[in-house]
T-cell receptor, first 115, second 112 residues
Framework: EAGVAQSPRYKIIEKRQSVAFWCNPISGHATLYWYQQILGQGPKLLIQFQNNGVVDDSQLPKDRFSAERLKGVDSTLKIQPAKLEDSAVYLC?????????????FGSGTRLTVV | TQLLEQSPQFLSIQEGENLTVYCNSSSVFSSLQWYRQEPGEGPVLLVTVVTGGEVKKLKRLTFQFGDARKDSSLHITAAQPGDTGLYLCAGVEREYGNKLVFGAGTILRVKS
């Protein structure tokens, strides 16, 4: 099966600019996640969607970050305005129930550098 | 959100040595997963452990879930340079919509 697709792979912007990331999950996976991974750390969940509804966005900095999942398929994550500390890899993942547990598949991520 | 602590943070060993990575929490998870991540790529799932006391083997890798489902370990036998990477444990919080919570990771470097 095709994996989780993310674009762009890399993005360099100046602070206070805006940026958007796109994710296409595995077909049929109802749950979609956006994670932020700062260099040397484990991924931190930003937002979780179940179909097109938000399950958890408790760690999303809502003053500058926003995300949507139209029609329960593709998703976009936006940062406006960006800060230096937003420099990180943004990972998208999707999951499905496998009868005993859940299988999670991650995309390759978008590496954001804010200068 | 429950927290997962991984140790050690960094491990540098010679080819052929054995090693163990630990993942601990004060809370119970419905299941626990181990991932390996290489530079520039997303984490790749290695294994999921669900039952307390469960042991799973994947070639030279042995994964164990603690009896109380609060801790886990990853043991690598005869490490090879190809094992180099970031190893992440992640707990599944079923009561929170199957949210996946990650530990900080263990960076493993195997020298030839």
């Amino acid at each position: 099966e095709a994996g989780v697709a993310q674009s762009p792979r890399y993005k360099i912007i100046e602070k206070r600019q805006s940026v958007a990331f796109w994710c296409n999950p595995i077909s049929g996976h109802a749950t979609l996640y956006w994670y932020q991974q700062i260099l040397g750390q484990g991924p931190k969940l930003l937002i979780q969607f179940q179909n097109n509804g938000v399950v958890d966005d408790s760690q999303l900095p809502k003053d500058r970050f926003s995300a949507e999942r139209l029609k329960g398929v593709d998703s976009t994550l936006k940062i406006q305005p960006a800060k230096l500390e937003d420099s990180a890899v943004y990972l998208c993942a999707s999951s499905h129930y496998r009868g005993r547990d859940y299988g999670y598949t991650f995309g390759s991520g978008t590496r954001l550098t804010v200068v | 959100t429950q927290l997962l602590e991984q140790s050690p943070q960094f491990l540098s060993i010679q080819e052929g040595e054995n090693l163990t990575v630990y993942c601990n929490s004060s809370s119970v998870f419905s299941s626990l997963q181990w991932y390996r991540q290489e530079p520039g790529e997303g984490p790749v799932l290695l294994v999921t452990v669900v039952t307390g006391g469960e042991v799973k083997k994947l070639k030279r890798l042995t994964f164990q879930f603690g009896d109380a489902r609060k801790d886990s370990s990853l043991h690598i036998t005869a490490a090879q340079p190809g094992d180099t990477g970031l190893y992440l444990c992640a707990g599944v919080e079923r009561e929170y919509g199957n949210k996946l919570v990650f530990g900080a990771g263990t960076i493993l470097r195997v020298k030839s």
